[in-house]
């Protein structure tokens, strides 16, 4: 079956501008993580949605960033006037029962890179 | 602040060999484990999990130990094949107010090359 997706896999912008991240996850997955991981190290968790809402956003590193998931399936991370220090592959999860050990599916991630 | 960490940051062996990747964590309250898989340019693949109350569980190839006492879980990979290298994060999760493990707090990742 289908696993994690996000698109793009590549995204080049300008210092300043806006960009928007997409995830679809795993069909039926009521929970949905995005993390970010710069190079060279581990993935940082940025925010946690079960269904439609987000159950914990504090991985967020400022207002310049938001994320949704409207009809709980598909995500947007939003980064607003992006900055050369936003670099990085950001990552999309998901996993099928909300608030418990089920397991953490990773897409392949969006790198994305603020000139 | 607390952490999860690993002691070696890169690792090399013949392929064939039995392969130990360690891992430090620092956070008590941490009670599930889990060892992910990264290709370049892919995300994260789950290979194996444990709970604080357990000290070892095994997979296919693989097992994981956990030791509570020094806070130190193990990777140990059974005949390390080529398709096995990788770079491989330990990550950890305390369970929150409501019963729940979801954030994971990663390791900075050992990389793991296999020597055909």
């Known amino acids: 079956g289908a696993g994690v997706s996000q698109t793009p896999s590549n995204k080049v912008t300008e210092k300043g501008k806006y960009v928007e991240l997409r995830c679809d996850p795993i069909s039926g997955h009521t929970a949905l993580y995005w993390y970010r991981q710069s190079l060279g190290q581990g993935p940082e968790f940025l925010i946690y949605f079960q269904g439609t809402g987000a159950a914990d956003d504090s991985g967020l590193p400022n207002d310049r960033f938001f994320a949704v998931r409207p009809e709980g399936s598909v995500s947007t991370l939003k980064i607003q006037r992006t900055e050369r220090g936003d670099s990085a592959v950001y990552l999309c999860?998901?996993?099928?029962?909300?608030?418990?050990?089920?397991?953490?599916?990773f897409g392949p991630g969006t790198r994305l890179t603020v000139l | 602040g607390e952490s999860v960490g690993l002691h070696l940051p890169t690792l090399s062996v013949q392929e064939g060999d039995n392969s130990i990747i360690n891992c430090a964590y620092s956070?008590?309250?941490?009670?599930?484990f889990i060892w992910y898989k990264q290709e370049s340019g892919k995300g994260p693949q789950f290979i194996i999990d444990i709970r604080s109350n357990m000290d070892k569980r095994q997979g296919q190839r693989v097992t994981v130990l956990l030791n509570k006492t020094v806070k130190h879980l193990s990777l140990q990979i059974a005949a390390t094949q080529p398709g096995d290298s990788a770079v491989y994060f330990c990550?950890?999760?305390?369970?929150?107010?409501?019963?729940?493990?979801?954030?994971?707090?990663f390791g900075k990742g050992t990389l793991l090359t296999v020597n055909p």
């Open positions: 990550a950890e999760t305390p369970r929150d107010s409501g019963g729940s493990n979801y954030k994971l707090t």
């Open positions: 999860a998901s996993s099928l029962l909300a608030g418990s050990t089920d397991t953490q599916y």
């Open positions: 956070n008590s309250a941490s009670d599930y």
